[in-house]
């Protein structure tokens, strides 16, 4: 069963029998589970030190109930068999380290490239548990900073328009008369197209739809700065998919910078401070454009293992079975 993630509810109408009962006898007769000797630690650390590779990926996911999990995966897999290196309780660096610390030192030295995301905790795991590892940060934690920032902008002026039409509509009420919103020429109201806005931000002009085109020209002439923002957003992705040199890159960065400091926006300011403490790691994409895609396959793979089982009921188990198809 453990050679493809499927349900044993999944097999009750096809096969007419009870879901429930045939989980509870695969479990306890059938799958191994009870003899398994990382049973009584499973849901605490689990490491395969024979899957340690030259390249991996630290990430963190969430198994049940929002509890975070540290999850170490070896790029080579490709998501398959040989996957998993170590899953860890929490994200707290001293654990990890500790379960990491199980693997011989001479298999983690033989690391030599880590992605991972910015967060502080990540990168001392990495540099204690791989010595040997250059640290990249993934491209795509950064470009989500600022488009994350771009949609906080975006939210306070629409804000602003739902507060700007609850009082036109309380003074028409006064008045007593009917209120009508203002449409723009796209027949938008100001609120609509706030709010209608949000996915063309996310994409590049070359990707907008016609209508996507109007209401981005219509969004930056009423907002400028959701048009300044949207370009400084956008020129950062493009530092990523342009550049193949880390000199390049480096010096496109700078100019990045200078940028942010003449628009005057606040989150980029913050998202200009933020790169700049990571420099150096961010820059490492650039030597190999290495990402944590893989990690976050397998992440997505995780999630969909748990959709089929209807949520984990019994963590132990669950890691179980995840580690005989991925580690």
């Known amino acids: ?15 007419h029998i009870d879901g429930d009962q045939l989980e509870r006898q695969y479990k306890d007769h059938l799958s191994g589970y009870m003899d398994w000797e990382d049973r009584s630690h499973a849901d605490r650390w689990l490491v395969f030190p024979e899957n340690v590779g030259e390249r991996l990926s630290i990430d963190e996911t969430s198994l049940s109930n929002g509890d975070l999990y540290t999850v170490v995966t070896n790029k080579a897999a490709r998501g398959r068999k040989g996957s998993i ?3 860890v309780s929490g ?38 548990a791989f010595p040997n590892a250059v640290k990249v940060i993934d491209r795509f934690h950064v470009q989500k900073l600022a488009l994350d920032a771009v949609q906080e902008l975006r939210i306070k002026f629409r804000w602003d328009a739902m507060d700007r039409e609850n009082e036109e509509m309380r003074q028409a009420k006064l008045a007593g008369r009917e209120y009508r919103p203002k449409e723009l020429p796209n027949g938008d109201t100001l609120k609509q197209l706030l709010f209608r806005s949000r996915y063309l931000l996310y994409k590049s002009p070359e990707k907008w739809t016609e209508s996507q085109k109007v209401r981005a020209h219509l969004l930056f002439g009423i907002y400028p700065d959701m048009a300044q923002a949207y370009s400084l957003a956008h020129k950062l992705r ?42 150096e790691n961010i820059l490492n994409f650039f030597d190999n454009r290495s990402t944590n895609a893989s990690a976050e396959s397998f992440n997505a793979k995780i999630k969909a293992f748990r959709r089929q089982l209807r949520g984990v009921a019994d963590v132990n188990y669950f890691l179980f079975r995840l580690c005989n198809i991925y580690a």
């Open 238 to 279: 493009l530092v990523y998919s342009k550049t193949k040199v880390k000199g390049v890159a480096y010096t496109k960065l700078a100019r990045w910078f200078n940028e942010v400091q003449k628009s005057g926006i606040d989150t980029f300011r913050t998202i200009e401070e933020t790169i700049y403490n990571h420099y």
């Open 91 to 128: 994200t707290e660096s001293g654990k990890v380290l500790e379960a990491l610390s199980k693997i011989p030192m001479l298999q983690r030295q033989k690391v030599m490239e880590v992605t991972l995301d910015m967060a502080g905790s990540m990168n001392k795991i990495s540099r204690q």
């Open 1 to 15: 069963m453990d050679k493809y993630p499927i349900a044993a509810k999944s097999l009750e109408v096809p096969y």
């Open 85 to 87: 290196v170590a899953i």
